[in-house]
C-alpha cells in the first residue's frame, strides 16, 4: 500500500467512530432494516452485520478499490444524491489502516463470498457460508499508522464515540433497528418501528421520550416534523440535539441557533435543548458536498429555515406549564 493511498485514507477514517459511521451508512445504503454493530474492547476493533442487499463475489472485491462505488454512475447523479455515500472511498480507506473481512450474500446467490484484505492488500478471497446481507469485521485499526494512532483517545472515549456516532445514525433512521454492544454492554437498541419516540426512548430513557413534545411545520421549501424536550430536561451538553436532513444526520449551527431560539428564554445559562428535528426539502437545495467526511450540509433558503425552525420549536413549548 503505497504512502499516499494511506494519506487519503486518513482523511476518510480520523478514527474508529469515523469508520463505524461509514460502515453503518453502507449498511444504511443497502437498505438494511436491522443492523448490529459490535465494539472491541481496545475500540481498535469494528464489526458492523447487516441484512441488506449485499453483494455479488466481484462487486466484493472491487468494493474495496479507490472510487469503486455503485451509487453514482453520472455527474448528473452527484447533484440528487439519494444515498450516503457517493464517493467510493471508505472501504478502500478503512481497508487501508485496518485488517478488514467482508462476508456477504444477496438473496438469490446460493452462497456467501469473503474477503479480507489487510492494509490495503488482498489477503484471501473465496466463497462461505453466509447469511443474506452484509457484514464488515475491521480489526487492527490503525495498525500500519502510528502517527495516527496516537491522536486516539482512550478506548473508552473512542468507544462513546463509536456509541454517539451509531446514536445520531439511529435516530435519523428510525425505520431501521439499530443495535450496538462491546463486550459486556449493550449501548443501544432501536426497534426500528419508525416512530421517533420509540428512538427517543431507546436513547433518552421512556420517561423523557413520553415527555417530549412534537412539532410540526412547513415553510418555503422546507418540512419539518420532530420532538423537543419541556426546558426543565435541558442538558448541559449540545450531544442532546439532532438534526436531520432528507434522512441524513448533519450538524448545522444555524439550526441548532433557531432551536435555542425557539426556547425564548426558557433555558438557563448554559443549558441546551434536547430535540430531534427531520426535515424535508428539495434534494437540489442541500449541498451534501462539502467536506469529505459530509458531516454537513449547505442549504439554501436558510432564512426561512431558521425561521421554521424557531417558530416551530417555540409553537410546541407552548403547551408546556410555565
Ligand atoms: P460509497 O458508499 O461511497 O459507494 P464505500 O467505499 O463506502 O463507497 O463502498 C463501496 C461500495 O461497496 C458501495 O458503493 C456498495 O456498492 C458496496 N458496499 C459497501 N458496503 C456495503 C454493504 N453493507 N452492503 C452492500 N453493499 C455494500
Ligand atoms: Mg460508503
Given at each position: 500500500?503505497?504512502?499516499?493511498?494511506?494519506?487519503?485514507?486518513?482523511?476518510?477514517?480520523?478514527?474508529?467512530?469515523?469508520?463505524?459511521?461509514?460502515?453503518?451508512?453502507?449498511?444504511?445504503?443497502?437498505?438494511?432494516?436491522?443492523?448490529?454493530?459490535?465494539?472491541?474492547?481496545?475500540?481498535?476493533?469494528?464489526?458492523?452485520?447487516?441484512?441488506?442487499?449485499?453483494?455479488?463475489?466481484?462487486?466484493?472485491?472491487?468494493?474495496?478499490?479507490?472510487?469503486?462505488?455503485?451509487?453514482?454512475?453520472?455527474?448528473?447523479?452527484?447533484?440528487?444524491?439519494?444515498?450516503?455515500?457517493?464517493?467510493?472511498?471508505?472501504?478502500?480507506?478503512?481497508?487501508?489502516?485496518?485488517?478488514?473481512?467482508?462476508?456477504?450474500?444477496?438473496?438469490?446467490?446460493?452462497?456467501?463470498?469473503?474477503?479480507?484484505?489487510?492494509?490495503?492488500?488482498?489477503?484471501?478471497?473465496?466463497?462461505?457460508?453466509?447469511?443474506?446481507?452484509?457484514?464488515?469485521?475491521?480489526?487492527?485499526?490503525?495498525?500500519?499508522?502510528?502517527?495516527?494512532?496516537?491522536?486516539?483517545?482512550?478506548?473508552?472515549?473512542?468507544?462513546?464515540?463509536?456509541?454517539?456516532?451509531?446514536?445520531?445514525?439511529?435516530?435519523?433512521?428510525?425505520?431501521?433497528?439499530?443495535?450496538?454492544?462491546?463486550?459486556?454492554?449493550?449501548?443501544?437498541?432501536?426497534?426500528?418501528?419508525?416512530?421517533?419516540?420509540?428512538?427517543?426512548?431507546?436513547?433518552?430513557?421512556?420517561?423523557?421520550?413520553?415527555?417530549?413534545?412534537?412539532?410540526?411545520?412547513?415553510?418555503?421549501?422546507?418540512?419539518?416534523?420532530?420532538?423537543?424536550?419541556?426546558?426543565?430536561?435541558?442538558?448541559?451538553?449540545?450531544?442532546?440535539?439532532?438534526?436531520?436532513?432528507?434522512?441524513?444526520?448533519?450538524?448545522?449551527?444555524?439550526?441548532?441557533?433557531?432551536?435555542?431560539?425557539?426556547?425564548?428564554g426558557r433555558l438557563d445559562a448554559?443549558?441546551?435543548?434536547?430535540?430531534?428535528?427531520?426535515?424535508?426539502?428539495?434534494?437540489?437545495?442541500?449541498?451534501?458536498?462539502?467536506?469529505?467526511?459530509?458531516?454537513?450540509?449547505?442549504?439554501?433558503?436558510?432564512?426561512?429555515?431558521?425561521?421554521?425552525?424557531a417558530a416551530s420549536v417555540e409553537?410546541?413549548?407552548r403547551s408546556e406549564p410555565p
Amino acid at each position: 500500500p503505497e504512502l499516499v493511498h494511506q494519506i487519503a485514507a486518513g482523511e476518510v477514517v480520523q478514527r474508529p467512530a469515523s469508520a463505524l459511521k461509514e460502515l453503518v451508512e453502507n449498511s444504511l445504503d443497502a437498505g438494511a432494516r436491522r443492523i448490529a454493530v459490535q465494539i472491541g474492547e481496545m475500540a481498535d476493533e469494528l464489526r458492523v452485520s447487516d441484512d441488506g442487499e449485499g453483494m455479488d463475489p466481484e462487486d466484493a472485491r472491487l468494493c474495496f478499490r479507490r472510487h469503486a462505488t455503485s451509487k453514482v454512475r453520472t455527474l448528473a447523479d452527484l447533484d440528487r444524491i439519494g444515498t450516503l455515500g457517493f464517493r467510493g472511498e471508505a472501504l478502500a480507506a478503512i481497508s487501508a489502516i485496518a485488517d478488514v473481512e467482508l462476508l456477504t450474500k444477496t438473496a438469490h446467490a446460493p452462497s456467501g463470498y469473503r474477503v479480507r484484505v489487510v492494509g490495503g492488500a488482498l489477503a484471501e478471497e473465496g466463497p462461505a457460508p453466509a447469511p443474506d446481507g452484509t457484514s464488515v469485521w475491521a480489526r487492527r485499526l490503525f495498525f500500519n499508522t502510528p502517527a495516527r494512532r496516537r491522536f486516539l483517545k482512550s478506548a473508552g472515549a473512542e468507544r462513546r464515540a463509536c456509541v454517539q456516532i451509531a446514536t445520531g445514525l439511529a435516530i435519523a433512521r428510525p425505520d431501521v433497528a439499530l443495535e450496538v454492544r462491546s463486550k459486556d454492554a449493550e449501548h443501544l437498541a432501536t426497534p426500528g418501528s419508525g416512530d421517533a419516540r420509540d428512538v427517543m426512548a431507546a436513547v433518552l430513557g421512556v420517561e423523557l421520550a413520553s415527555q417530549m413534545l412534537a412539532l410540526e411545520g412547513e415553510r418555503g421549501p422546507f418540512r419539518l416534523r420532530g420532538l423537543v424536550a419541556p426546558s426543565r430536561w435541558s442538558r448541559r451538553s449540545r450531544d442532546h440535539l439532532w438534526i436531520v436532513v432528507n434522512g441524513r444526520w448533519v450538524e448545522d449551527r444555524s439550526i441548532a441557533a433557531a432551536v435555542v431560539r425557539g426556547f425564548e428564554g426558557r433555558l438557563d445559562a448554559g443549558r441546551f435543548p434536547v430535540a430531534v428535528l427531520y426535515l424535508e426539502v428539495d434534494p437540489d437545495l442541500v449541498d451534501v458536498n462539502v467536506h469529505p467526511a459530509k458531516w454537513h450540509v449547505r442549504l439554501r433558503d436558510d432564512r426561512d429555515l431558521f425561521a421554521l425552525v424557531a417558530a416551530s420549536v417555540e409553537r410546541a413549548l407552548r403547551s408546556e406549564p410555565p
